[in-house]
């Protein structure tokens, strides 16, 4: 079992890291041999730094292709090689790891980025005292696909688009249900996710839809987007998707939208003093699904 380290007693110290990056050239966050992934950096570089091998566990496991700019992750490195991460002559009034932060902006490759590094709270861990994660999908309808800038991060899609359709769909799918119909299949993992936020806007031509939950299973979000659109195309009617609610495997009926128009925005934490508990619904609920 993951424990959460301490300052004392367990001889090691728990940090969380912010984390960015544009996963178009990526193979996802876990680490995968023969593969590029966002923890493979990640760890590579920290363990450099720590002169010890560090091991990332992030709050949600994005797939290939796909982006974050709020991903939340924490390791736990022992007490004597945190030094490591020190400057020899620190500047006054500097907080305390904002040197490792240069070091780590040396380290990566241009495409991850370790935006902030904080001593984590007792109790605190990245994946299982999440109370929520926000990710919004975006696309553009415009009859040239996408301006140059954006294209590595949103998805073109030539054909319009009814939103009004796509809303009425989307609320009938928020709540706590099993979304085994949206959710590639993983071996022991749960599909009953509590769907928070689901809602489209537009702006111009670019379409965007966000979407939270306590959680989400492997493929989910991609899904969800990928039934509305087939709603918004008016391939098919908006109490559809309710109705794919009462599937027990991953439907075939449409296909999960592209990686690249998806990118994890934010993770919700409880306050410091709930920590632990929250830890311990969420493995309970894990264990149970």
Known sequence: M?????????????LRFDIAYDGTDFAGWAVQAGQRTVAGALDEALSTVFRTPVRLRAAGRTDTGVHATGQ??????????????????????????VPLLRRLARLLPADVRVRDVTRAPAGFDAR?????????????????????????????WPRPLDLDAMTQASRNLLGLHDFAAFCRHRDGATTIRDLQRLDWSRDGDLVTAHVSADAFCWSMVRSLVGALLAVGEHRRTPDWCAGL???TRRSSDFAAAPPQGLTLIGVDYPPDHELQARTLVTRDLRSRG
């Open 245 to 247: 609610l009462s599937a």
């Open 128 to 156: 299982f005292s999440a109370l929520r994660r926000h990710y919004v999908y975006r696309l553009s309808t415009a009859p040239y696909g996408v301006d140059p800038l954006q294209a590595r991060f949103v998805t073109a």
């Open 72 to 97: 939340v992750a924490h390791a736990d490195i022992p007490a004597d090689a945190l030094p490591n991460a020190y400057p020899r002559v620190k500047r006054s009034a500097e907080p305390e790891f």
């Open 2 to 14: 993951d424990v959460p380290a301490t300052d004392t007693g367990g001889g090691h110290v728990r």
